[in-house]
């Protein structure tokens, strides 16, 4: 999705990543790979619970999802994936956010 930040602020919204990673291995992870979004931190996997995330310990840790969340803090829509293959392409995101028709 960083190649298409762009596309997300034209739409008026901004992409965020939860990560399962502590605050100082994140940040540096994210300025070697110049990421233009922000990221948080969750290695205690609390926000990824409240936002229904799985998390498998035994396997990969988390399993991926994408949520399209509205300034309100609704979930508009959501993915959650077994492996990073499964999660929706940018297109089918954005056209969500297109077919809303508001910032999110």
């Not at 965020?16 to 992870?29: E, Y």
């Amino acid at each position: 999705m960083r190649q298409h930040d762009d596309e997300f602020r034209k739409r008026g919204s901004a992409i965020v990543a939860i990560a399962p990673d502590g605050p100082r291995s994140l940040a540096r992870f994210w300025e070697q790979e110049g990421i233009p979004f922000p990221a948080v931190a969750d290695p205690e996997h609390r926000i990824a619970e409240l936002l229904g995330q799985e998390v498998q310990l035994l396997k990969l840790g988390r399993m991926p999802a994408v949520l399209v969340v509205d300034p309100d803090g609704i979930v508009r829509a959501a993915w959650y994936g077994q492996s990073m293959r499964d999660i929706p392409s940018t297109e089918e995101v954005l056209a969500v956010l297109d077919s809303l028709g508001t910032s999110v």
